[in-house]
Structures are given as structure tokens and as C-alpha cells.
């Protein structure tokens, strides 16, 4: 099995014994369209989950709201008995509507439900790490307080049913908000080459010791594009993909990878990027993208 070095180094969770590779894999596009429903190929599913974890992948994110439970099913399904040393991030705060539709469940009594699924679902006696997904404004941070809903989380924490607690889409005062609860060892927010609003929310975190996980690194259910990128992309003999993927793991070490992929292909394609060394010209080029989209 490939060692840390070949998935982009390692990084602790702070206050923790959990030592994470830095490219890891996100489950949510192992569900159906929409991340609704089942896949297509549950076989083929079940096979990308293998892969990754015999590539050396030790840090999956999840969420029970994805498919909803079918991603953790499958989850279960291809990897239970987990692997010692496999962290399973799930996240709380939302459930689906039976059109799809993404629905805030924040109240206290709706995340012990949501940490009770995960763990009925995934198999699980204690959830490795559970963000609490904010819902103030879905597709972006907003202020407001987290209190209520981070005690809730902490308390089953002290029950034992989770062992660490993180946040999703957070801004820095609920961070800190948080982290006078309870540890908050890492958060998961929005980021990429392109749509860089958190850049000093990641140098804040690096300097806590905090992990910064980026959702939709590629981009999301809207691929990156950028001639740039694709220039620099033939350069260095990679896929933009790769590039976009190499540019976050050079951007700050506390940085982890969870790219999403329904594809065994990709999977290999994304985990190769750890691999790629870019230049401090070619990071220079790149660095000017995010300038220009902002
Ligand atoms: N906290 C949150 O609110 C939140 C929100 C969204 C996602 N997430 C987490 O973040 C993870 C990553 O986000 P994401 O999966 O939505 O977006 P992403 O990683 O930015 O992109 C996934 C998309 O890129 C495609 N793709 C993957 N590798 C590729 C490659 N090498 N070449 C070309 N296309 C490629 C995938 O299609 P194929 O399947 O065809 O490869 C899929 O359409 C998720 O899995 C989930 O765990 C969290």
C-alpha cells in the first residue's frame, strides 16, 4: 500500500491521535443523480470505495443526507469491518425532501436523530468526526450563532457516541463560537482555485492547527474551467483536474483533499495528483485565477 507520502503527506487532527493522508476521497457521488437515490452501479460503487482505501486512503467524508442513507450504506457495505486507522467523517443539520431538495434540520433533537443514523447506517458504535453542516444561508457562510446546536453535538460527544466534532460551512466567529464548547478539529467549507472567499478563514486555521477541508475542489456539480489551467495543465503534463487538485495540497499543509468520484478512473487520476510538484512560477499563474475570479 502506497505510504503518506504518495497521497500528499499526512496532518493530525489537533488534540487528537487521528493522522489523516492529505488526499482523501469524498462518498457523496456514489448516491444517484442529484445525490438522491441509488447509483446506477452499486457494484461499481462499492468498487471505487476499495480502491481508494487499498490506494492508501485513510480519511473518507460522508453524510447520512446523501442518497439519503444510501451513501453510507454503501459505505458499509463495502468497507465494514472498517480498517484501523480509516477515519469516517460524516455531518449532520440537513435531511432531503422527497424532491431532492436539501432541507435545514438543525434543532437539537433533529441532529441526535441525524448522529443516531449515521451511526445505525455506517455500522458504527461512535462516529470517528461529525460536522455540524450550517444552514443559515445553504450555499454560504453566515453569521449567527452555532451554540445551541454545537452543545447538542458536545454532549454526545460526552456520551461517546461521536469522538470529535468539526463545522461546515462556517465563518470564523463560529469557529471560535464553537471551539468554546467543544475542540473543533477541522472545517469544511467551499474552496478551490477559483472561488477562494475563505483564504484568510484557511491561513486562520493553519496557524490554529485546525484542518481546512475544501468541498467541490473540482469545482463541484459545476467542473472548474479556466484556460489557465488547462495551459498550465499541458505544461506539467497533468489534467486541469490533477493541477486543481496538486494547487490545494501546495496551498497550505493544513489543507485535505476529499475530490468526489463515481469513477475508478478518476479515483486513480485524482490520487496520482498528490504526486505532482508544482513550481513556484507555475503556482504564481495559478494563484492569478483565483485573483481574477474574486
Ligand atoms: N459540507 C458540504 O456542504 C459539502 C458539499 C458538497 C460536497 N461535500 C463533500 O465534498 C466532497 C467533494 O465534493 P464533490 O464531490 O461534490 O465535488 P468535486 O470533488 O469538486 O467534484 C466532483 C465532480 O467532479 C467529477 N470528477 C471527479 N474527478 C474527476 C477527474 N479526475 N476528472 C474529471 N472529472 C472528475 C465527478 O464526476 P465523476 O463521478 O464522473 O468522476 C463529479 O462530477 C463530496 O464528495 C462530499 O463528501 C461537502
Not at 24 to 37: E, I, R
Amino acid at each position: 500500500m502506497p505510504d503518506a507520502t504518495a497521497l500528499g503527506g499526512s496532518f493530525t487532527l489537533p488534540g487528537t491521535t487521528i493522522t489523516l493522508n492529505r488526499m482523501g476521497y469524498g462518498a457523496m457521488q456514489l448516491a444517484g443523480p442529484n445525490v438522491f437515490g441509488p447509483p446506477k452501479d452499486r457494484a461499481a460503487a462499492v468498487e471505487v470505495l476499495q480502491e481508494a482505501i487499498s490506494s492508501g486512503v485513510n480519511h473518507i467524508d460522508t453524510s447520512d443526507f446523501y442518497g439519503p442513507h444510501v451513501t453510507n450504506q454503501i459505505i458499509r457495505e463495502a468497507l465494514h469491518p472498517y480498517r484501523d486507522g480509516l477515519t469516517v467523517v460524516t455531518k449532520v443539520g440537513a435531511v432531503r425532501g422527497d424532491d431532492a431538495s436539501w432541507l435545514p434540520a438543525q434543532s437539537p433533537a433533529e441532529i441526535r436523530q441525524s448522529v443516531h443514523d449515521n451511526l445505525r447506517n455506517l455500522g458504527l458504535d461512535a462516529l470517528d468526526v461529525v460536522n455540524f453542516r450550517i444552514m443559515g444561508d445553504i450555499h454560504k457562510p453566515s453569521e449567527g450563532s452555532i451554540a445551541e446546536q454545537f452543545t447538542a453535538l458536545a454532549e454526545l460527544r460526552q456520551q461517546g457516541l461521536i469522538r470529535h466534532l468539526g463545522l461546515s460551512n462556517a465563518t470564523a466567529a463560529q469557529v471560535e463560537e464553537a471551539s468554546a464548547i467543544a475542540p473543533v478539529v477541522c472545517v469544511q467549507n467551499q474552496y478551490n482555485l477559483v472561488q477562494r472567499e475563505d483564504d484568510a478563514l484557511v491561513d486562520h486555521l493553519a496557524a490554529k492547527g485546525i484542518a481546512y477541508v475544501p468541498f467541490f475542489p473540482l469545482g463541484g456539480f459545476t467542473p472548474l474551467q479556466s484556460s489557465t489551467l488547462e495551459e498550465v495543465a499541458a505544461q506539467v503534463e497533468a489534467t486541469p483536474m490533477q493541477v486543481a487538485l496538486a494547487w490545494l495540497l501546495h496551498r497550505s499543509p493544513n489543507i485535505l483533499l476529499i475530490p468526489g468520484t463515481s469513477s475508478v478512473g478518476h479515483l486513480r487520476e485524482n490520487l496520482a495528483a498528490a504526486s505532482l510538484t508544482l513550481s513556484s512560477e507555475t503556482l504564481d499563474t495559478l494563484n492569478a485565477i483565483g485573483s481574477l475570479a474574486n
